[in-house]
């Protein structure tokens, strides 16, 4: 599979990010969530790492969300396992599209496989 089929899986994350944001009414957020899905068209190794670090940190919002969304309506008596199931689903997905970015399709892409060497200092003697 090429590096570009690899890049649907977090620009679906990201888009799912976006919608919840959005739904809690939290707009500026979204956009910025729209904004990163552009983020996936720029080769460059930061690029890589700052997707990897938001769908790193939207998959632990997944998980929080479900946390707090199942307390409330075990609250108030109302089922909540499915809630949990699918909520839990998404930040695994989530999470698998951060993961992505070390496969060596998109390392290869994002230039991730470069390894930079430190000079060597020299002595003075």
Avoid: C, D, K
């Avoid at 809630?83 to 399709?105: D, E, K, N, R």
């Avoid at 930079?116 to 002595?123: D, G, L, M, Y």
């Amino acid at each position: 599979m090429r590096a570009a089929g690899f890049l649907v899986v977090p620009a679906f994350a990201l888009l799912l990010l976006a919608a919840h944001f959005l739904h809690a009414g939290l707009e500026a957020v979204a956009a910025v969530g729209l904004l990163l899905v552009g983020l996936l068209l720029v080769p460059r190794p930061w690029a890589a790492r700052t997707l990897q670090a938001v769908l790193a940190a939207g998959a632990i919002e997944w998980l929080l969300t479900a946390w707090s969304l199942a307390h409330q309506r075990a609250g108030h008596g109302q089922p909540f396992l499915r809630l949990v199931v699918i909520l839990s689903s998404v930040a695994l997905v989530t999470a698998v599209a951060a993961a992505l970015f070390q496969h060596p399709a998109l390392r290869a892409r994002f230039g991730l496989n470069r390894t930079t060497v430190a000079p060597t200092q020299r002595s003075t003697n």
